[in-house]
């Protein structure tokens, strides 16, 4: 599966996630009013690797802001 970047997970993260499609179309529609060349680089390269993934590889991976979980090993369900 593709590996997006702590950059492209905290952008993903503030658009809905709850499926592919809608995380894509959320995107495609924010792109537009973004004029930073680094954060246009950002959503890019986000929307080519959602782009590539099936909706099963999505729905089977978790995603949350990268600083909530400074473990590599991501969030602690027992909590």
Known sequence: ME????EEMN???IYNI???????ADLR???AD??????????????????KISDEEYSGSGYYIADEYP???GP????
């Not at 590996?3 to 702590?6: E, N, W, Y």
């Open 29 to 31: 529609e924010g792109l």
């Open 18 to 24: 709850d499926s592919r499609q809608s995380l894509l």
């Open 71 to 73: 473990d590599e090993e």
């Open 34 to 51: 973004v004029y930073e060349p680094e954060m246009r680089e950002v959503f890019e390269s986000a929307i080519a690797k959602l782009e």
């Open 3 to 6: 590996q997006f970047s702590v």
């Open 11 to 13: 952008l993903m993260c």
């Open 76 to 79: 602690d369900l027992a909590e």
